[in-house]
């Protein structure tokens, strides 16, 4: 049974009726496309767990959507363009949104993150980000229409200890994405950096620690989607978790390095 709640579609999304989403096999991205699945929408489904993307595609049929699903790195710049031409060809896309990612950071035997998988982050959470958004405004940019979203986070605010290249890696992309989107307005296109805090999800089930503030992926892929169909520029929640962060900025960096360093935080083994 599809429960209704993660698959009440907003009158406001209806404008979305061709759309692209990475990471959509679990968390946000499947609860996006859960959301964005109904009637006379198609949606082109991208992931690297067969099982679950299917299930989440079977859902999305469900709802009456039609599907495409495709296994792909996002590592990857030429799958990634290649994947963004074929959806685009299949039906011009409206909306790509750019979630993929991955965590990272301290074991929990209290071994910091290695070169390697630092790298690996940034090369998923970013450049993976960025191989899929370069070519879909390629596309979009003849017609002067289409909307992007970036999935980023509100751990681009501030560098933590336990997880310094994913917080690294979304303040990057937080920025990048900015840059970009002041450069699409001339060209017709509309960009909404998404910065969630901490949302349920297989990945967040990795990190052992606290979550103040936590949401469920469909309350998160609802507040994204409503910001993206108003045209909304940036979309941040929750506000306490926000606050929060502000005020750690304003502190003198050796106190908020030393609060932070406090802070118990681990990925769990698998």
Wanted: with cysteine; glycine share 8%.
């Amino acid at each position: 049974m599809i429960n209704s709640k993660a698959t009440s579609r907003d009158p406001s999304w209806r404008r979305f009726i061709s759309v692209g989403v990475t990471g959509a096999s679990s968390g946000i991205g499947a609860a996006l496309a859960r959301a964005l699945a109904a009637p006379g929408v198609h949606l082109n489904l991208a992931g690297r767990d067969t099982a679950r993307l299917q299930a989440v595609a079977e859902a999305c049929r469900g709802a009456g959507a039609t599907v495409d699903t495709d296994l792909f790195d996002v590592r990857d710049a030429h799958q990634a363009a290649d994947w963004i031409k074929a959806a685009d060809a299949r039906r011009p896309l409206d909306l790509v949104i750019a979630c993929a990612g991955i965590t990272g950071g301290r074991k929990a035997d209290g071994r910091d993150e290695t070169a390697d998988e630092a790298l690996e982050v940034v090369r998923v959470n970013l450049l993976g980000a960025m191989h899929v958004v370069l070519p879909a405004v390629e596309a979009m940019t003849p017609r002067h229409a289409g909307h992007l979203v970036v999935v980023s986070s509100l751990s681009a605010l501030r560098g933590m200890p336990q997880s310094p290249a994913y917080c690294g890696a979304k303040a990057g992309l937080t920025i990048w994405a900015e840059g970009l989107r002041a450069t699409l307005r001339s060209r017709g296109l509309r960009l909404t950096v998404a910065s969630p805090g901490f949302v349920r999800s297989p990945m967040s089930d990795q990190v052992i620690s606290a979550k103040p503030f936590m949401i469920d992926a469909e309350t998160a892929a609802r507040r994204i989607l409503t910001a993206a169909a108003k045209g909304r520029p940036r979309v941040v929640f929750p506000w306490l978790l926000l606050l929060s962060l502000k005020f750690l900025q304003l502190l003198p960096a050796t106190w908020g390095d030393e609060a932070l360093r406090r802070t118990p935080g681990h990925i769990a083994p698998r």
